[in-house]
């Protein structure tokens, strides 16, 4: 049985492409396959466990229940995503044609009241989820309260125009017979968090919040402390010509003011349970580096390169 499909997919180049809802045909033909790098399509995967977690706390945010982690459909994804990863080499790859025809509807397992496919290129679980919140269609698919099951697959290119790059298939389906639980780890919306930056020649910047940006982009300034006001955190810097700090619980200043030396990299961990913090650095001569996990090291040591931006997010764990 075939199901209308909003079949969403967003291409992470600055802009998001949003496909009609008019069936398509597949891809004629492709140029020179290059096998892609496959990876495990169950929810082990770390990169899929994370992708799958970050879309089940957007969805508690808005008090929706979680969904269900359904391998067959997960193999629908990776199937559909194994086939992306070679038909997007082709430097004349048609997006219009990201979708199958039906998107996936005739070969999840059959049953399913509603069904709806997001597709996305990025580097990190993060972002893939950021895009498709910031995108009015996949954000209504992965939040719609209707949906019960969901599967994610991907691929990483090994060479051609997305090398490196994450290609995600996520697949989502309600099935009246899925017992969504009655108390998920998930289910409860992270307390957020808040962090102000202190930067070379401006000074204090005003707080922000989870997931936005302290520091500054663009403007080769190094990022000197971070503030942050209410509990929730353990936190410390590796500062220039200190190394790392200690350190610090609670609310808590961590780097250097007065003395202009730049901060380098953070560790930060949450320590509120059932959340953690997530972090990404933007780094002098690199850019935005991938997010990285509940303590793990955000930005660079012993390259003497300056942190010029952070953004950190809280996610239930």
Excluded at 36 to 55: G, M, N, R, W, Y
Excluded at 137 to 144: F, Q, Y
Excluded at 159 to 186: E, K, Q
């Amino acid at each position: 049985m075939k199901f209308s499909s909003s079949r969403m997919s967003a291409i992470i180049f600055g802009l998001i492409v949003t496909m009609a809802c008019g069936l398509l045909a597949p891809a004629a033909s492709v140029a020179a396959p290059v096998p892609a790098l496959v990876p495990a399509t169950t929810i082990s995967d770390s990169f899929t466990k994370q992708t799958f977690d970050l879309i089940n706390a957007e969805r508690a945010k808005v008090g929706v229940p979680p969904f269900v982690w359904n391998q067959k459909i997960a193999d629908v994804s990776q199937d559909w995503a194994n086939h992306l990863g070679v038909a997007t080499m082709d430097p004349n790859f048609d997006f219009a044609t990201i979708h199958r025809t039906d998107a996936g509807g005739n070969e999840i397992p059959a049953g399913a009241t509603w069904y709806r496919e997001n597709i996305g290129f990025n580097f990190s679980p993060a972002q893939l989820v950021d895009w498709w919140m910031n995108s009015p269609g996949h954000k209504a698919a992965m939040l719609d309260p209707r949906g019960t099951d969901a599967g994610i697959g991907y691929v990483v290119p090994s060479s051609g125009p997305y090398a490196g790059w994450h290609l995600m298939v996520s697949n989502m389906a309600a099935y009246s017979t899925t017992l969504i639980p009655s108390s998920p780890a998930s289910a409860t919306a992270p307390t957020g968090s808040s962090y102000a930056g202190h930067v070379q020649n401006i000074g204090w910047q005003s707080s922000v919040s989870n997931g936005a940006t302290a520091g500054t982009v663009g403007q080769g300034l190094r990022l000197e402390a971070l503030r942050f006001p209410a509990s929730g955190q353990t936190v410390r810097a590796h500062v220039q010509n200190i190394g790392w700090q200690n350190y610090s619980t609670g609310a808590t200043t961590i780097g250097t003011t007065g003395l202009g030396l730049r901060m380098e990299a953070i560790q930060i961990k949450s320590t509120i349970a059932g959340e953690a913090i997530r972090c990404q650095a933007h780094v002098q001569n690199i850019g935005w580096m991938p997010e990285v996990g509940d303590g793990e090291v955000c930005g660079t040591t012993g390259q003497g390169l300056r942190l010029e931006a952070v953004r950190f997010r809280v996610v239930g764990q």
